[in-house]
């Protein structure tokens, strides 16, 4: 491969540095009015009188909007695919509101200063509602958070607001109780995890106005362009035929931007006032009022013979989505779904629970998207089990992982929303990763501890974790390939560049396959006006969907040049030889430059545009693979604790670009060492955020992170683009349980509520010294 | 008030209100490498160089750069291109956000040291947040750039 | 920030003068924690202008402008040297270089803040204060004082002298505030025992000073001893970085380190 595989810098990598327009805001118009929100003060309340009256009289607001100004149309702010899997519990604005930073009224005036103003003006009497917090006491509470009649499921997701329950779900193979009834060893334990935070450097920004066509234009930071423009179009009425949504460069998503946050208010304003608009949420509104992710409590049981073979695994989950119930459903399931496959020789596993609404931020799609949560879980209880079998946790993993050419029940059974789709694992090299991984960190004169001076010690720990590959069967991308005169190509994806480089990617994909180079490849995303469709970034999906269908579209486009080029040398397709530039005729000893025949086809014979579009929906979702390894150093008497090297060996077939996929692993491994020991949230007991700004939530820095070890296993998935898996997610699932792993190698105290701060690791050191004594 | 600086080379005399921030000057002036992030002088991505040293664009009143030089990527694009070009071979950038921000801290400590080792990066760097990157790629981008600095500077 | 008037400072007493005339008026140094709180202020007063961002070396003291910037001190060969370098240690972990490359010592000084690693060192240091009509007065003395003080701080004079020093920083990551910090210093037989980000202002452990210096040799006792004294002396709080519980620990923990570190004491 030329191309694919190769180690070829970014497209816009370099135009970004040297600070380029590029990004949502830098398309506003200048004249735009500014929009700031009203957000409430009380975690649930009922807005009993609204008195706009000073604000609007405040020269320079143009517009002011409270609920009564929207027709109640409930919808979900999710960014999925249609019908969402997610419950239609919010409105645009309504008279409840269920968290602190939920919208209560919308400002638009000519200057920041005056927007503020008159927010300030606007005088709100609120009935104060008991809210709920803690969202273990959320089901069956006799608050009910959500009594609004017109609310609905899609299709059945368990969905019983009566009992504040977003989303439900149950399964069982085999007989858990039975099975573990008859194990050697039973383990029980319980973990927590807390509501991280993307913490992407571009807060969400969006910008609208009208076109010459009248059309409403909307620039915006997203993740899910098309998402945006359907649910714009069904939440405000707007003809969707009306809506043109552009995503330019985006800074950073991961999940926080999949779902439609300000692009509805941006909308509603410009729809009104015929004005151009902006938004730009402050940090603070990035932290309180758009997303996080689902903090989720596990109870989790494992049953094993004395041989350590596993037999049972019982996972019961309780996930608090917040005010609304954005992807409470699917992020639950995935923490089942793309987590206990893992251990597929089982004879029997269970997974359930409840997503139940609180009065807090709502979760959202965030990186991992369940998976983290339940690979924490998972992986941290297996060590439990191992340390009570005394025996060497990757020598447990190496007997009871899943392994090439295996399956698991789960992946028939479990979906995301609907059933799930059978999978063989093509490609697992699991085995490798394992290997390789421990003799990278040193497993053997390393494990399980050494000791580094009086107070300090070392430990090493490890997790596996997989993830999927898009959505099968729901998740879709296209691709349309134009070719221009003087022989290049124009590539439109609907596919959603946010950083990820998926652009660079997909041209890498396209270029391959044209026998090109990447310059002639001019990438285009996303414009729903002049892109084809794509479900969006989201899902591990778009190397592998959209990357399927940049190359169909390839595929496609090289035959109709043969057949262009056929028809100009006067001979048969099945005679000419493409090699990217030229095209042969063995026989004839002719050839065409792809030069010429592009000029020719545009400017002298048998005139015609060639344009090809590919498409392409995945029919299962083959899941990359890794180990993560981590080696952490702890200091006994205060707790403080770094991780000084992170091995990961990663299975994600091939990888198109090796360097921007380390670079996806990195990034991941380094938001998961965040929420494994830095990413603490604090909410007071009123249900206000303290964490709000990145001056109180830490996400680790450039001297947090000692030493990180990538590597990637040789791997080739047929259904994949030139043999490609995912590599954006994967790199996130394994520190926070290899990181537990390690600081209970290294002190044996185990920390099960994340994130594992310095005082939680001195509190549970001092806890194990007082049983001892 | 009028002030008058600097601006990658150019003379700017321009109006300001008193209490307004340089991010927010230099925005007016069609700078668009100058990006707000955080809103509490945390993340590094309104770094400008103020007579050539890095400070936070957000937190400096325009008042305080009458006189003063102010540079922007914009205004040394040879360099940042050279930078980018590495960043480009170690798969460094991402989403780019942070990018120019982080050129500028690169250059002011050549400025200083121009053989800095990966702690002293570190620790320069520190402040420029990224989300993206795992910084690892980054760091082996800024180290290949030091080298061949080093390099071309010896020739 | 809302500012009416924004103004060059001709002189210090040019700076005084309108400081004294409303309250509002105010000195903006780097401006950086200004910013953060947002005030309403009527005359902006810059010092910049008067000369006050250097260090110097004097017969019997060290003189920092109150203007010098955090990045300038650390980067000082006389405050790399002087107490071990604490000073420049304790610079060097606040924030990143943007920060401090605009923030002074003067700031840091001027707002006692409970959390500043700058106030920490100096009060081991037993820096000294020069304003424009208090003249003279310690460290402790300021921080003591509960009157607003509208006055211009112009210096801080560090007495020259041969000394150990320790600072230690502990925080969740490089861009936090500490959950608590602490300098040790030693000047013969003369200890300092400080700890801030209690998470009140810093304070200083008397008796343990006291108890320290009154012993000839130490020993792994009386270093426990004197710990144990000083942190029984000092208050430790609760906020959202730790709670009393683990400050006090830490206190005890790191005074030990910084003792055995004075000291040269290695057991
Ligand atoms: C995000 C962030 C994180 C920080 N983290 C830390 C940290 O971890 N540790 C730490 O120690 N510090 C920290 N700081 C504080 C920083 O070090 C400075 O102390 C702070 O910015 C004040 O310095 P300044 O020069 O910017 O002062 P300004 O903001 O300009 O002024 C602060 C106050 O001092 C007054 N003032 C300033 N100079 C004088 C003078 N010469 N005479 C009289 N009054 C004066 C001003 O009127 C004002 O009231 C942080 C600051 C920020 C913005």
Redesign the pocket.
Known sequence: MKVVNQEIPSIDGKSLMMGRQAYSNDFADTDSLIIKVLRSPHPFAKIEVIDISAAQELPGVVIVLTYVDFKRIPFTRAGQGYPEPSPHDKFVLDEYVRYIGDEVAIVAAVDEETAIRAVKLIKVEYKVLEPILDFETAYNNQQILHPEPEIHEMFPIGFDPKKNIAAQYHMEIGDVEATLNKCDVVVNETFYTQAQAHAMMEPHTCNARFDHLNRLVIYSSTQTPFHIRRIISQALEIPIARIRVIKPRVGGGFGGKQAVHGELIVASVTMRTGKPSKLVYTRKEVFESTYTRHPMRFDMRLGAMKDGTLKAIDCQVLSDTGAYGEHALTVFMVAGSKVLPLYNKVDSVRFGGKVVYTNHTPAGAFRGYGAIQGNFALESVIDVLCHKLQMDPIIFRQKNMIKEGESSAIFAIMGEGTEGTPMTMDTCKLEYCVQRGMDLIGWKTKYPRQVVSKDVVRGVGMAIAMQGSGIPLIDMGSAIIKLNDGGFYNLLVGATDIGQKSDTVLAQICAEELETTIDKIIVTSSDTDLTPFDTGAYASSTTYISGNAVLNAAKAMKSRLIEEAAIMLQTTIDKIVFNGNSFFDSQKKQKISLEDLSNRLYYNQNQKQVATTGSYVGHKSPPPFMAGFAEVEIDIKTGETSVINYVSVVDCGTTINPKLAQGQVEGGIVQGIGMALYENVIVTKNGKLVTNSL?SYKIPTRLEIKNLVTEFAESYEETGPFGAKSVAEIGIDTPPAAIMNAIYNAIGVRINSLPATPEKIWHAINERQNNQE | MKIEFTLNNRTISTHILPGEYLIETLQKCNIHSIRRGCD???CGVCTVLLDDKPVPSC?VLSAQVDHHSITTVEGIAHETEKLSAHFGKEGADQCGYCNPALALAVFALRKENSHPTSTEIDEYLVGNLCRCSGFKNQNKAIAAYFEEEAYQEEQ | MRIERYMKASSIADAFAILQERPDN???????????TDPVINTAID?SLLGLNSISEQDNEIEIG??TT?YTLEKSAIIQKMYDGILAQAAMK??GIT?RN???I???I??K?G????ITPLMAMDAILVFHQHQRMTLEAFLDSKANFQ???IKIVIPKTEARGYFHKIALTSL???VLNIAVSRKNSEYRIVFGSRPGVASRAFAAEQYLKELKNVSEDIINKAVDMAASECRFGTNQRGSAEYRLNLAKVYAKRGIEAVTDYEN
């Open positions: 001056m | 509490t002088t945390n937190s | 105010k000195i903006i140094a780097g401006g950086a924690w200004l910013k953060l010092l109150a203007m955090l606040i924030m920060i605009i923030a002074t003067g700031g840091c001027m707002g803040f959390f500043s690693d700058i006055d211009v701080l936090d505030f500490a």
